[in-house]
C-alpha cells in the first residue's frame, strides 16, 4: 500500500528552524515529484514548494522564497523541507504529497497524501 508519512514538526519560535521529512513506504519515490503543502485552522490548503522526480526542478510559494528549501534523498526514499527563518503565519499542519504528473503547487494534481505534521511558530 503506498504511504507517506511526515515528521520533523513541532513547537520552534520565530526566527527558527525546522527540518520536515517525508517518507515513503510501498512504492519508490523516484517516479514521483513531490509536492509540500500546509494548511492553517479556518484557511484552504496552500501549496508551499516542490521538486521534480529527478530534483532538478523545483519551485516555492512567493511566502516561503528564500526561507524555504526542498530537497529529495531518491536512496533514502525520503523529500525534505528546509524552514529557517519561521514566522508565526507559517504555523498550519503541513502535508507532503506525491503526483506522477509534473511538479506543482497545485493540491488537486496529487493524487497520494500524508497524514500531515504540525509546526507551530510561537513565542
Known amino acids: 500500500q503506498l504511504q507517506l508519512v511526515e515528521s520533523g514538526g513541532g513547537l520552534v519560535q520565530p526566527g527558527g528552524s525546522l527540518r520536515l521529512s517525508c517518507a515513503a513506504s510501498g512504492f519508490t519515490l523516484d517516479y514521483y515529484a513531490i509536492g509540500w503543502f500546509r494548511q492553517a485552522p479556518g484557511k484552504e490548503r496552500e501549496g508551499v514548494s516542490c521538486i521534480s522526480m529527478s530534483g532538478s526542478s523545483t519551485n516555492y510559494a512567493d511566502s516561503v522564497k528564500g526561507r524555504f528549501t526542498i530537497s529529495r534523498d531518491n536512496a533514502k526514499n525520503t523529500v525534505y523541507l528546509q524552514m529557517n527563518s519561521l514566522k508565526p503565519e507559517d504555523t498550519a499542519v503541513y502535508y507532503c504529497?506525491?503526483?506522477?504528473?509534473?511538479?506543482?503547487?497545485?493540491?488537486?494534481?496529487?493524487?497520494?497524501w500524508g497524514q500531515g505534521t504540525q509546526v507551530t511558530v510561537s513565542s
Open positions: 504529497a506525491a503526483t506522477d504528473w509534473v511538479a506543482t503547487i497545485n493540491p488537486h494534481e496529487y493524487d497520494y
